[in-house]
Nanobody
Framework: QVHLVESGGGLVQAGGSLRLSCVAS????????MTWYRQAPGKQRELVAS???????NYADSVKDRFTISRNNAQNTVYLQMNSLKAEDTAVYYC?????????????????WGKGTLVTVSS
């Protein structure tokens, strides 16, 4: 069983920065893509950024040039550095993993989610 735990959310003024972290724990040998999603009140969950195990990244247009995703494969951790935050970035941010291999070599393809971390940007 793999668990995802996000941290780093909080209240910040517009123009400020926050760094989110997500740690995957459990019987893990390797993880393919790690992805950040967010869900604002009254809106659908949307992809923010993703990164493969090889370091290939993808960003939503709304966060390009402001957010940076990175990961530490040895620690099964993904980060989201958020700069120049705007009020519209206010949301609960979730970490997602949908493919991993456990320590016995078995492959799992399923959507795993953390409980999320709240980011509130005041204007």
């Amino acid at each position: 069983q793999v668990h995802l735990v996000e941290s780093g959310g909080g209240l910040v003024q517009a123009g400020g920065s926050l760094r989110l972290s997500c740690v995957a724990s459990g019987s893990i040998f390797s993880i393919n893509a790690m992805t950040w999603y967010r869900q604002a009140p009254g809106k659908q969950r949307e992809l923010v950024a993703s990164i493969t195990s090889a370091g290939i990244t993808n960003y939503a247009d709304s966060v390009k040039d402001r957010f940076t995703i990175s990961r530490n494969n040895a620690q099964n951790t993904v980060y989201l550095q958020m700069n120049s935050l705007k009020a519209e970035d206010t949301a609960v941010y979730y970490c997602n993993v949908n493919e991993y291999r456990d320590s016995e070599g078995y492959y799992f393809g399923m959507d795993l989610w953390g409980k999320g971390t709240l980011v509130t940007v005041s204007s």
